[in-house]
T-cell receptor, first 112, second 113 residues
Framework: QKEVEQNSGPLSVPEGAIASLNCTYS??????FFWYRQYSGKSPELIMF????GDKEDGRFTAQLNKASQYVSLLIRDSQPSDSATYLC????????????FGSGTRLLVRP | NAGVTQTPKFQVLKTGQSMTLQCAQD?????MYWYRQDPGMGLRLIYY???????DKGEVPNGYNVSRLNKREFSLRLESAAPSQTSVYFC????????????FGPGTRLTVL
């Protein structure tokens, strides 16, 4: 059983809409959560991380944690065509301080 | 700063051939990682090096070896390539550990025939 799950998509939204991406994780003790963005043919880049103590907003991006249901969300407000990419959720496992478990990613398409 | 660099960018091998993928970072990071990315599978950790002089297995280490040559460089070796190792390989680095931002190199696209 994969420890970090994401819907592969594609999630298609019109320009200006809110895009909501979800990620579920299996380890109830997980303390930190990362969102990476990967454009087609490029390498992943970090766009946001949160700790288990609360949600976080950074510009058009908001990361929210639901510990009871064990999922983390990434909301993108005022979506732009340039946001079209694959969004990868990543969670460090409790048994290692160095590993990072990635979900398979959700592809987002923002229609002009 | 160049960040994380990888060579080569593309490589085609025949089954049974060997090769080494090179990775270097100039950010003075302690931890370095090798991932492979296959369609629909996301990123899977092959090996990591928590600090200079140490290496450890990740999720999918079979068929690979690594060397942490110094603080800057972390190489990945395929001793006898197999078609199942056709993938895109990413090197990454972080200051220290998985709770820090990982910075990725541009990737190596490897095809094994």
């Amino acid at each position: 059983q994969k420890e970090v799950e994401q819907n592969s998509g594609p999630l298609s939204v019109p320009e200006g809409a809110i895009a909501s991406l979800n990620c579920t994780y299996s380890d109830r003790g997980s303390q930190s959560f990362f969102w990476y963005r990967q454009y087609s043919g490029k390498s992943p880049e970090l766009i946001m991380f949160i700790y288990s103590n609360g949600d976080k907003e950074d510009g058009r991006f908001t990361a929210q944690l639901n510990k009871a249901s064990q999922y983390v969300s990434l909301l993108i407000r005022d979506s732009q065509p340039s946001d079209s990419a694959t969004y990868l959720c990543a969670v460090p496992p409790m048994d290692s301080s160095y590993k990072l478990i990635f979900g398979s990613g959700t592809r987002l398409l923002v229609r002009p | 700063n160049a960040g994380v660099t990888q060579t080569p960018k593309f490589q085609v091998l025949k089954t049974g051939q060997s090769m080494t993928l090179q990775c270097a970072q100039d950010m003075n990071h302690n931890s370095m990682y090798w991932y492979r990315q296959d369609p629909g599978m996301g990123l899977r950790l092959i090996y990591y090096s928590a600090s200079e002089g140490t290496t450890d297995k990740g999720e999918v280490p079979n068929g690979y070896n690594v060397s942490r040559l110094n603080k800057r460089e972390f190489s990945l070796r395929l001793e006898s390539a197999a078609p199942s190792q056709t993938s895109v390989y990413f090197c990454a680095s972080s200051v220290l550990g998985s709770t820090d931002t990982q910075y990725f190199g541009p990737g190596t696209r490897l095809t094994v025939l």
